[in-house]
């Protein structure tokens, strides 16, 4: 969907190829892409974010190895 990133089939290497292409020809899609993506990161991996996703991971561990 070009938001943040371009999609290919991971079998593809000409689809790889073309995307790569694109990207370092066009300038305005790589300013876009680059800005959704470091957005993206900075929402997904603050350290709140990080921090719950550990903590509900460590308890579905937990709950798991409890006996039934």
């Known amino acids: 969907d070009e938001t943040d990133g371009l999609i290919y089939s991971a079998?593809?290497?000409e689809a790889l190829a073309d995307r790569m292409h694109r990207i370092l020809?066009?300038?305005a899609l790589k300013n876009r892409?680059?800005?959704a993506g470091l957005?993206?990161?900075?929402?997904s991996f603050t350290m709140?974010?990080?921090l719950d996703r550990t903590e509900r991971l460590l308890a579905d561990l937990a709950a798991s190895?409890?006996?039934a």
Not at 39 to 43: F, K, N
């Open 11 to 13: 079998e593809d290497s």
């Open 48 to 50: 709140e974010a990080v």
């Open 39 to 43: 957005a993206r990161i900075e929402d």
């Open 25 to 27: 020809t066009d300038a």
């Open 33 to 35: 892409l680059a800005t």
């Open 65 to 67: 190895r409890l006996p």
